[in-house]
């Protein structure tokens, strides 16, 4: 792993990356159960995975799964006003950054 935990093969992956540390999910009424369900089931297959970040817009509500020392997901979540630290990306996100597109 180099940078932020990224694999170097991540670096020069053109359409996806094979070893990611974060994946953020734009919700959509049709896709919300999908992602919820089944789709963070196979993420959670992927041993690099250490975030998964759902961004509801309807709700305006992020939603953040982060993988423990234990390999147990919790979830974090997120008032109005707060910031988000993604720690396996090294960043943190204002919560008005996420929503401030949305009407």
Do not use: C
């Not at 369900?37 to 509500?61: N, T, V």
């Not at 993604?86 to 996420?98: D, P």
């Amino acid at each position: 792993m180099s940078e932020a935990g990224l694999d170097p093969d991540d670096h020069r992956a053109e359409l996806a990356m094979h070893h990611p540390v974060l994946v953020a999910e734009v919700l959509s009424p049709s896709t919300a159960a999908y992602d919820r369900g089944d789709r963070f089931i196979a993420y959670r297959r992927l041993p690099s995975l250490k975030e998964y970040l759902l961004i509801d817009p309807d709700q305006q509500q992020p939603e953040l799964f982060r993988k423990g020392s234990d390999g147990l997901w919790v979830l974090h979540d997120f008032a109005p006003g707060q910031t988000l630290p993604l720690a396996s990306a090294e960043a943190t996100i204002a919560w008005e950054r996420l929503f401030r597109n949305v009407d």
